[in-house]
């Protein structure tokens, strides 16, 4: 039974950083594409990052490119995003993504505020 379960998220100041965690059971998370997306109240979902499976590229929203990084850990089959800089435009439920059999996460809240 494939699942994918996020945390790490919460309340942050403009500036500060938070990584997320998904954790992924039921398969082989270095054997897929996965993703992040995002979505702020009032907006429509939108891709974050991706990582491919072997060998893992990266590709990144604009809106995110030098401040946010995806990463994964294969022996704790974990997918991670290290949010750096965080502005209050970043605010929204974080969801990561597994395309082949459209799994979602349940999401995790980012709040960015002073």
């Known amino acids: 039974q494939v699942q994918l379960v996020e945390s790490g998220g919460g309340l942050v100041q403009p500036g500060g950083s938070l990584r997320l965690s998904c954790r992924a059971s039921g398969f082989m998370l270095s054997s897929y594409a996965m993703s992040w997306y995002r979505q702020a109240p009032g907006k429509e979902r939108e891709l974050v990052a991706r990582?491919?499976?072997?060998?893992?590229?990266?590709d990144y929203a604009d809106s995110v490119k030098e401040r946010f990084t995806v990463s994964r850990d294969n022996v704790a089959n974990t997918m991670y995003l290290q949010m750096n800089s965080l502005k209050p435009e970043d605010t929204a439920v974080y969801y990561c993504?597994?395309?082949?059999?459209?799994?979602w996460g349940q999401g995790t809240q980012v709040t960015v505020s002073s």
């Open positions: 990582i491919t499976s072997f060998p893992g590229r990266t």
């Open positions: 993504y597994r395309q082949l059999g459209d799994y």
